[in-house]
C-alpha cells in the first residue's frame, strides 16, 4: 500500500462548481498535510498547510483533514478556469524529512 | 516568506558538458533543501537531500557522480549535471521547509534542462 493514495483523474467540472479532491494516508503518525498546485511547466505552488484535524479556510480553498479516517481533502469554491492545474496532496512526519506526494489530481474547470 | 528561488529557469546545454542549478532561500534559512526531478505528466520524484555543511543524501538509483549537490550556506544549494546526456532532460525542482513550524515546503519555479 502506497503511503498516499490520489486519484490521478483528469476531473473535469463546469465553471463555478465546488471542487472535491481528496487523498488517503496510511500511516497515522502522519501530523502535517500540505496541498500545492502545479501548472504545466512551473514548480508546485504551495496553497495550503495544516497540522493534525480540522479544517482550514483560505479565500475560494479549504483543507480539511480527518485523521481517524486517514482522509485528507481539498475543497475549491467558484472554481474559476484558471484552477485549471494538478494538484497534489503531501505529507511529512518531522520537519526536515522528505515529503511524501500522491501522483496528483489534474483538474480541468470548463468554461 | 518562506520564498525560494531557483535559477536559471531553463537551459540548453550540448552533450558532455556540465550544467549548474542554483536554488536560493530568499527570506529564511533552510538547513535541508530537496531536489527533485519531474518528467512530463509525471509526479516528483525525489532525488537527493541536501543537507548544510554536510554530504547530500540520494535516494536509490541516483547516480552520486552524475548529480552534485552542495548546499555551502543555509541559503543555497546547488545541483549540477556533470557530463549530460540527453536522457538528462528533464524538470529540474528544488523545495526546502520554512524556518518556522507554520510554514510548509515550498517549491522553486524549475529548471527546465534540454541537452542536445
Known amino acids: 500500500q502506497k503511503e498516499v493514495e490520489q486519484d490521478p483523474g483528469p476531473l473535469s467540472v463546469p465553471e463555478g462548481a465546488i471542487v472535491s479532491l481528496n487523498c488517503t494516508y496510511s500511516?497515522?503518525?502522519?501530523?502535517?498535510f500540505m496541498w500545492y498546485r502545479q501548472y504545466s511547466r512551473k514548480g508546485p505552488e504551495l496553497l495550503m498547510y495544516?497540522?493534525?484535524?480540522g479544517n482550514k479556510e483560505d479565500g475560494r480553498f479549504t483543507a480539511q483533514v480527518d485523521k481517524s479516517s486517514k482522509y485528507i481533502s481539498l475543497f475549491i469554491r467558484d472554481s474559476q478556469p484558471s484552477d485549471s492545474a494538478t494538484y497534489l496532496c503531501?505529507?511529512?512526519?518531522?520537519?526536515?524529512?522528505?515529503?511524501?506526494f500522491g501522483k496528483g489530481t489534474r483538474l480541468h474547470i470548463l468554461p | 516568506g518562506a520564498v525560494v528561488s531557483q535559477h536559471p529557469s531553463w537551459v540548453i546545454c550540448k552533450s558532455g558538458t556540465s550544467v549548474k542549478i542554483e536554488c536560493r532561500s530568499l527570506?529564511?534559512?533552510?538547513?535541508?533543501m530537496f531536489w527533485y526531478r519531474q518528467f512530463p505528466k509525471q509526479s516528483l520524484m525525489l532525488m537527493a537531500t541536501?543537507?548544510?555543511?554536510?554530504?547530500?543524501?540520494?535516494e536509490q538509483g541516483v547516480e552520486k557522480d552524475k548529480f552534485l549537490i552542495n548546499h555551502a550556506s543555509l541559503t543555497l544549494s546547488t545541483l549540477t549535471v556533470t557530463s549530460a546526456h540527453p536522457e538528462d532532460s528533464s524538470f529540474y525542482i528544488c523545495?526546502?521547509?520554512?524556518?518556522?513550524?507554520?510554514?510548509?515546503?515550498?517549491f522553486g519555479s524549475g529548471t527546465r534542462l534540454t541537452v542536445v
Open positions: 523545495s526546502a521547509g520554512g524556518d518556522r513550524e507554520e510554514h510548509g515546503y515550498t
Open positions: 500511516n497515522s503518525a502522519f501530523q502535517y
Open positions: 495544516t497540522y493534525s484535524s
Open positions: 503531501a505529507t511529512f512526519l518531522n520537519r526536515d524529512d522528505k515529503i511524501i
Open positions: 527570506d529564511f534559512q533552510a538547513t535541508t
Open positions: 541536501s543537507n548544510e555543511g554536510s554530504k547530500a543524501t540520494y
